[in-house]
C-alpha cells in the first residue's frame, strides 16, 4: 500500500473535523489538543498518544480510522478482534515508566514507597485519590515529568 504524504492543511482539516465531531462536549476536543501538544514536545511517547486517542474517540471509528493516516508505519489503532498489539504496548510503556521512575528518584526509600503505594492500590488498600495524593502530590512534587506520565496511567 503506498501512503501519500500528508499535509498540515490535511492536519488542520483532521482538527477541525475532531472539534466539530465534539462540539457537544468540548472537554474531548481540549484534551486531544493538549495530548497533541504534549507529543510535540516530547513529554508522552507515541504509544500514549495512541492510548489516550483511543480512549478519547471511544466510539468513533471514523475519527479513529482517520488518526491512523498520521501515524508513522507499523503504528495504528486496532479493534476489538485486534486489540492485544496496543494493549501490549501500554504495558511496555507502563514498565518503562516504572524505570524511568526509579532512576529518576534515585532514592531507594522513595522508590520503594512508590511500588508500596501501587501495590496497596492493586489490593484495594488505597484508593485513587490516596493514591494521587501520596504519588502526585508527595513523591514526585518535585518531578514534572514523572507528574506527567503518572496522571496518564492513574486510573481515573
Request: aromatic residues 12%.
Amino acid at each position: 500500500m503506498v501512503r501519500t504524504r500528508l499535509t498540515i492543511r490535511d492536519a488542520i482539516k483532521y482538527v477541525l473535523t475532531v472539534r466539530d465531531t465534539f462540539q457537544d462536549n468540548r472537554e474531548i476536543y481540549d484534551t486531544f489538543l493538549v495530548v497533541m501538544k504534549n507529543f510535540k514536545a516530547k513529554r508522552i511517547s507515541r504509544s500514549i498518544v495512541i492510548a489516550k486517542v483511543k480512549k478519547l474517540f471511544k466510539g468513533k471509528r471514523e475519527l479513529i480510522l482517520a488518526f491512523n493516516k498520521f501515524l508513522p508505519k507499523g503504528y495504528k489503532i486496532t479493534f476489538k478482534s485486534d486489540e492485544t498489539p496496543v494493549k501490549r504496548s501500554v504495558y511496555a510503556e507502563a514498565i518503562r515508566f516504572v524505570i524511568k521512575v526509579e532512576k529518576t528518584l534515585q532514592d531507594d526509600r522513595a522508590y520503594g514507597s512508590f511500588l508500596e503505594i501501587l501495590q496497596m492500590h492493586s489490593q484495594n488498600k488505597k484508593s485513587v485519590s490516596e493514591v494521587y495524593n501520596e504519588v502526585y502530590d508527595g513523591l514526585f512534587r518535585d518531578q514534572p515529568e514523572l507528574r506527567m506520565e503518572f496522571a496518564y496511567f492513574l486510573p481515573h
